[in-house]
């Protein structure tokens, strides 16, 4: 039998990726490009952190997983929301990190960041779901673990927020708006999920009240 956890991270995935791609097919309007700040401009192109970038993959699934039942369900209800509210921006108010950026930044030669770039239409940049997704798994990946796991999982997700700056996928507006996607979504999904595990708790308490006795 498969693990309640595998099959919330299959959930998790294909949503996400279906609405990621599906959102580049059927854009509604040209699309606009981002402003830039300064760190947008500090921040240069290196290869290792194409592969840090990647390592969002590894973070949410070792995330939703990784955790215990009630946990995992959390990531991902947070997981689709994420990618449903996102979908909503990516056909609607299509967005795009400058030209300059996306496909001149130095060392666009190695052969990762062309594989990246070729899974990729540059269209759906705000907000970003590397980012909204990453921050949700380490939320809730962080659940009863000791302190050293907490802080390695927030550096890793630092480092997945300067990855995506440094592999010019998105521009700092973008990370913004991610995590406050993120934010809001798992709030929302810990009180919606908190209540209904107190009903279903209280539940069989009511029913022995209401017996012979």
């Given at each position: 039998?498969?693990?309640?956890?595998?099959?919330?991270?299959?959930?998790?995935?294909?949503?996400?990726?279906?609405?990621?791609?599906?959102?580049?097919g059927i854009v509604i309007r040209?699309?606009?490009?981002?402003?830039?700040?300064?760190?947008?401009?500090?921040?240069?192109?290196?290869?290792?952190?194409?592969?840090?970038?990647?390592?969002?993959?590894?973070?949410?699934?070792?995330?939703?997983?990784?955790?215990?039942?009630?946990?995992?369900?959390?990531?991902?209800?947070?997981?689709?929301?994420?990618?449903?509210?996102?979908?909503?921006?990516?056909?609607?108010?299509?967005?795009?990190?400058?030209?300059?950026?996306?496909?001149?930044?130095?060392?666009?030669?190695?052969?990762?960041?062309?594989?990246?770039?070729?899974?990729?239409?540059?269209?759906?940049?705000?907000?970003?779901?590397?980012?909204?997704?990453?921050?949700?798994?380490?939320?809730?990946?962080?659940?009863?673990?000791?302190?050293?796991?907490?802080?390695?999982?927030?550096?890793?997700?630092?480092?997945?927020?300067?990855?995506?700056?440094?592999?010019?996928?998105?521009?700092?507006?973008?990370?913004?708006?991610?995590?406050?996607?993120?934010?809001?979504n798992l709030t929302l999904v810990?009180?919606?999920?908190?209540?209904?595990?107190?009903?279903?708790?209280?539940?069989?308490?009511?029913?022995?009240?209401?017996?012979?006795?």
């Amino acid at each position: 039998m498969i693990k309640k956890q595998f099959l919330y991270y299959l959930i998790a995935q294909t949503t996400a990726a279906f609405f990621y791609y599906a959102g580049m097919g059927i854009v509604i309007r040209k699309p606009e490009t981002l402003p830039t700040t300064y760190l947008d401009s500090l921040v240069t192109y290196h290869a290792l952190f194409a592969y840090i970038y990647l390592s969002f993959f590894f973070l949410v699934m070792l995330a939703i997983a990784g955790s215990r039942v009630l946990v995992s369900k959390q990531c991902m209800l947070t997981v689709v929301l994420n990618s449903s509210i996102a979908f909503v921006f990516f056909i609607g108010f299509p967005t795009q990190v400058p030209e300059y950026f996306y496909q001149h930044a130095p060392g666009m030669s190695t052969r990762i960041i062309l594989w990246i770039r070729q899974s990729d239409r540059n269209l759906n940049c705000f907000p970003s779901l590397h980012i909204s997704n990453a921050l949700a798994a380490v939320y809730f990946f962080n659940d009863r673990k000791p302190m050293a796991i907490k802080v390695i999982c927030w550096i890793w997700f630092f480092l997945i927020a300067w990855s995506v700056l440094s592999t010019k996928q998105h521009c700092f507006y973008d990370i913004a708006g991610g995590m406050i996607l993120a934010a809001v979504n798992l709030t929302l999904v810990k009180r919606f999920t908190r209540k209904s595990s107190e009903k279903s708790v209280s539940a069989p308490i009511r029913i022995r009240e209401m017996g012979p006795g």
